[in-house]
């Protein structure tokens, strides 16, 4: 190989490239087993507060008093599990420090708790002969000490630079003082700002990174030389805002980093493996052709097509009982009609008619359409509870009925805003490549947009969910959504 350019080109497989730009199976192997050892810590602790609360109670555990006990609370461990999925337990980019941690366990034990004393009631005398009243409340104490204190060890362990890898930086693109910040607040994702090279920087450029706190990462203008600089800061991956086909020193010297056994990304799969979301700024068109393999799709969206028809319905059915309860709240505390409509557009730009149950109050648009904001004085009482819980939107499941919509995908959006939005906002008519969602993942991720700005990061986790959607995603999505009723924080 030469240093030439020229000759460098040619010893080169461009179409190699792109192959190493993805998310490194290593990273993502690296993700699993970080949270398979938190599930399965806990699983572990949970039958070690069963046995501990079985030794304090009787004094001593023999096999029958052990099995008597084993399988039921198998069944309530299971339980439990789902409700810390629910309550973003397992998520690991959600990990806050010590009292957040407290709060968040202590309220999914608590909803535990509440799900094993009716299982128990129910399954009494039916399932099994066992009621055991204390047994539960100490392995719920049990639990929660054990749990809290292994979980503050293992979140100090993954926090640990040790386990980390240790990242460099190329390119002066702004999202990258982001990633730097995110990465130094939340270490347990495994990664370390190591070096950040400015290749073309400028002083403008040089002061992003002053505006985020706690930040102390060596900085370059200059990628010469970029195997030395990663040894030197204990490297083992680069991510670029550069491509490499465009810039050839950069290749050069990324290929020279291969003998170290250093990983490439580039910069928006890195961003999205970090945040959920994709990078409107630092994608082109040509994304949407090299990421949206929407052909691969099919056999999903047809079982995805299907799921919608058979939960709408299930759903329809189960909550039309309380119908007549909630037309007679909104109809005698606010003057109006009990359903709301509204133009909406949907997939390929496809207006439909969205219902609601109508949670403003009567004419709460007189001067023209207007962003829902937080606390918004048009919401009646009523309505402010309808919305926590996801009460309004009964009547969307007669739009996913008709395959307007989808119970998962993008809010829909109303036509003036689409109009508004799209002179503004880089490739927001992207988001109706999909049907719009009752829920979804920028719905679960941010909450309701106020302004042109919380639109763009809306769009963001759209098009991460467009990208990225399949029947896992789907079932993150719906235990998030399900956390945040319980949480009471719809809007």
Known sequence: MTDKGGDLQKTINYAKIPAICKELPMDRANRRMRTTILVIGDIVWLYLALFATLQLRYGAVDATLWWEHFGPFTIVFALWLVVFTVSRLYDLSASGGRTDLGFRLFGALLASGTIAAAFFYLGHNRLFTLRPQKVLALVLVASFVALYVWRLLLLTALRSQALSRRVVFVGIQPIIPQLIAELVAKPQLGFTPAAWIKVNGNAAQNIEISKFRNIDVPTYHEVTGLPDLCQRHGADLIVSGISPRQHTTLLKELVACLPLRIDFSDLSTFYERITGKVPVDAIEQVWFLENLQEGTKRPYESIKWITDLALAAVLLALTLPILPLLYILVRFTSPGPFLFKQTRVGQAGRKFTAMKIRTMVVDAEKHGPQWASHNDARVTT????????????????????????SLIGPRPERPEFIEQLKQSIPFYEERLLVKPGLTGWAQVNFPYGASVQDALEKLQYDLFYIKHRSLGLDLSIVLRTIGTMLAHSGR
């Open 382 to 405: 009523v309505g402010r509870f309808l919305r926590q819980i996801r009460l309004d939107e009964i009547p969307q499941l007669v739009n996913v009925l008709r395959s307007e919509m």
